[in-house]
């Protein structure tokens, strides 16, 4: 018998992965559990008995050359593996009478800032440099008529002006959030 | 010892204290957990994330290093840096119980 499949788009930001574990673990608790996730966004479930499990989020920077290991040791842990996208790796434990610590990946703060800090280096900095390198000299054309003799440029530079709008805004708010996170996890 | 590297560990969380210490013997990650469970009468958790980031780290820094495999756990060691990082840290903290009036 097959099983009944349901579909989700959402889309998360680079910082939202505290909300995406959220959002996966209330998913699997009223009975639909993650299958997979497809282009970054399309999330797959699968109909389930309603469990008590949680989902957590990783990115360790090292782990692509030993793979196996770092699945194993979560293993261990108890953590099942589902999958990575864009450089996370997904993660969902049963937590029926388990400690609070045990439903966590991390266990002080140090570690999560240290997360924190690998995904701002390895993500949200190159996705800046392309911004600043690209975007904002092609902004600049825009704005002082270079493109003019371009069929349709009026068209052109409205999509581009709200192309760059949003850009801004989301890097923007990304770093924002990362603030927010690291004021969470920094010791007052 | 490169300042730099003493700089990053010194004084340690209790979690690096623990898993270099622990490193003294030829042990894999979970078996780490396990005994720093029994030998802070489980006062001190370290969970899978921490563990593996704080291991990758301490590999990359030179204070313990890959001995081999084993039932596809990676089994490590502490090298010369890390036991020299491990005295200065037994020192410091030798030095602070001494002077709450420790013995």
Same mark, same amino acid.
């Given at each position: 018998m097959n099983r009944e499949i349901k579909k989700e788009i959402k889309f998360f930001l680079l910082p939202d992965y505290e909300k995406e574990e959220e959002y996966l673990t209330d998913m699997h608790?009223?009975?639909?559990?993650?299958? $997979? =996730?497809?282009?970054?966004? /399309? +999330?797959t479930f699968e109909k389930c008995q309603p469990e008590n499990v949680v989902y957590r989020l990783d990115f360790a920077e090292d782990k692509d050359k030993d793979m196996q290991y770092y699945i194993a040791m979560f293993d261990e842990y108890?953590?099942? +593996? =589902?999958?990575?996208? $864009?450089? @996370?790796?997904? *993660?969902?434990?049963? &937590? $029926?009478?388990?400690?609070?610590?045990?439903t966590e990946i991390f266990s002080d703060s140090e570690s999560r800032l240290a997360m924190i800090k690998s995904i701002i280096n390895k993500k949200l900095i190159p996705i800046w440099i392309i911004f600043f390198g690209i975007l904002i000299p092609n902004f600049i054309k825009v704005i002082t008529h270079s493109f003019d003799d371009i069929p349709f440029h009026t068209v052109l530079t409205v999509i581009y002006i709200l192309l760059f709008v949003w850009c801004s805004y989301t890097l923007i708010h990304c770093r924002m959030e990362f603030l927010k996170l690291k004021k969470k996890y920094t010791k007052k | 010892m490169t300042d730099k590297i003493k700089r =990053? @560990?010194?004084?340690? &969380?209790?979690?690096? *204290?623990?898993?270099? *210490?622990?490193?003294?013997?030829? &042990?894999? !990650?979970? !078996? =780490? %957990?396990?005994? /720093?469970?029994?030998? %802070?009468? $489980?006062? /001190?958790?370290?969970?899978?994330? &921490?563990m593996y980031g704080s291991l990758s780290k301490m590999e990359k820094d030179g204070l313990i290093y890959f001995v081999r495999e084993e039932e596809k756990r990676k089994i490590y060691y502490i090298t010369e840096l890390g036991r020299e990082i491990l005295q200065l840290e037994i020192d410091r903290i030798k030095r602070l119980y001494r002077n709450i009036g420790g013995i």
């Amino acid at each position: 018998m097959n099983r009944e499949i349901k579909k989700e788009i959402k889309f998360f930001l680079l910082p939202d992965y505290e909300k995406e574990e959220e959002y996966l673990t209330d998913m699997h608790k009223s009975g639909w559990k993650l299958k $997979n =996730i497809q282009w970054g966004g /399309v +999330y797959t479930f699968e109909k389930c008995q309603p469990e008590n499990v949680v989902y957590r989020l990783d990115f360790a920077e090292d782990k692509d050359k030993d793979m196996q290991y770092y699945i194993a040791m979560f293993d261990e842990y108890g953590w099942k +593996y =589902i999958q990575d996208v $864009n450089g @996370y790796s997904y *993660f969902r434990k049963r &937590t $029926n009478g388990l400690a609070e610590e045990d439903t966590e990946i991390f266990s002080d703060s140090e570690s999560r800032l240290a997360m924190i800090k690998s995904i701002i280096n390895k993500k949200l900095i190159p996705i800046w440099i392309i911004f600043f390198g690209i975007l904002i000299p092609n902004f600049i054309k825009v704005i002082t008529h270079s493109f003019d003799d371009i069929p349709f440029h009026t068209v052109l530079t409205v999509i581009y002006i709200l192309l760059f709008v949003w850009c801004s805004y989301t890097l923007i708010h990304c770093r924002m959030e990362f603030l927010k996170l690291k004021k969470k996890y920094t010791k007052k | 010892m490169t300042d730099k590297i003493k700089r =990053i @560990y010194i004084p340690m &969380t209790e979690t690096g *204290f623990y898993i270099l *210490f622990c490193l003294q013997e030829e &042990t894999h !990650g979970y !078996g =780490i %957990t396990q005994k /720093v469970k029994k030998l %802070t009468d $489980n006062q /001190v958790i370290i969970t899978a994330g &921490t563990m593996y980031g704080s291991l990758s780290k301490m590999e990359k820094d030179g204070l313990i290093y890959f001995v081999r495999e084993e039932e596809k756990r990676k089994i490590y060691y502490i090298t010369e840096l890390g036991r020299e990082i491990l005295q200065l840290e037994i020192d410091r903290i030798k030095r602070l119980y001494r002077n709450i009036g420790g013995i």
